[in-house]
């Protein structure tokens, strides 16, 4: 069973509007959120993170919103631009693990011109 | 180049062989992790060590897999007897000390294995 699911294998935003990117999780014991982005060829790099204690974080373009009863996050990006398209993975820790993070099968992003 | 770096990235192997992949991690990195990550789904925790121990290891490793980081720098990871379930790209990471959480593991760009 998939304890993070990311619903939506691909998403089409044009240039410069607000791309929105989905994570549903199961397990109330996470206690910490992740956004990675991966472009072909190479590892995923890390992005923005989340503690289950808020339920905002803004790192410039980028923002993550956590809504903790309904066991959803997302991630912002506004405004999106061409280097945007990528695959994006939703990642989260369980407070019975330091350092096993369970991942969401990612979100191809897709930026339009 | 100062990343974390794979070798192979690419391996085909034949069913029942075994495969040894090496990880070297960015220096002073004294965190390591290996993942695994099949077509179409995300990364899959494998194991991870602190230095040269092994301190946390998936359910999902069998005894066919092991992992060694003998002096604390470099690692290995063996797969023996290989299936063609175990055909998937092999992503090892590396984290600085005095970190807690993973944000800030930085990824290698994978090593690519498909098992005939």
């Known amino acids: 069973d998939q304890q993070v699911k990311q619903n939506s294998p691909s998403l089409s935003v044009q240039e410069g509007r607000i791309s929105i990117l989905n994570c549903d999780y199961t397990?109330?014991?996470?206690?910490?959120f992740l956004w990675y982005k991966k472009y072909p060829a190479e590892g995923p790099t890390f992005l923005i993170s989340?503690?289950?204690i808020k339920d905002k974080n803004e790192d410039g373009r980028f923002t993550v919103f956590l809504n903790k009863s309904a066991k959803h996050l997302s991630l912002h990006i506004v405004p999106s631009q061409p280097g945007d398209s990528a695959v994006y993975f939703c990642?989260?820790?369980?407070?019975?693990?330091?350092?096993?993070?369970?991942w969401g099968a990612g979100t191809k992003l897709i930026i339009k011109p | 180049d100062t990343g974390v770096s794979q070798d192979p990235r690419h391996k085909i192997t034949k069913r029942g062989q075994n495969v040894t992949f090496r990880c070297d991690p960015i220096?002073?990195?004294?965190?390591l992790y290996w993942y695994r990550q099949t077509l179409g789904q995300g990364p899959e925790f494998l194991t991870y060590?602190?230095?040269?121990?092994?301190?946390?290891k998936s359910r999902l490793l069998s005894d066919r897999f092991s992992a060694e980081r003998p002096k604390g720098s470099f690692s290995t990871l063996e797969i023996q007897r290989t299936e063609q379930g175990d055909s998937a790209m092999y992503l090892c990471?590396?984290?600085?000390?005095?970190?807690?959480?993973?944000?800030?593991?930085?990824f290698g760009p994978g090593t690519r294995l498909l098992v005939l």
């Open positions: 397990n109330s014991m996470f206690d910490y």
């Open positions: 990642a989260a820790k369980g407070v019975d693990s330091n350092y096993q993070l369970i």
């Open positions: 990471a590396s984290s600085p000390p005095g970190q807690t959480v993973q944000e800030t593991q930085y």
């Open positions: 989340i503690s289950s």
């Open positions: 220096s002073e990195h004294n965190r």
């Open positions: 060590f602190q230095n040269e121990a092994q301190l946390e």
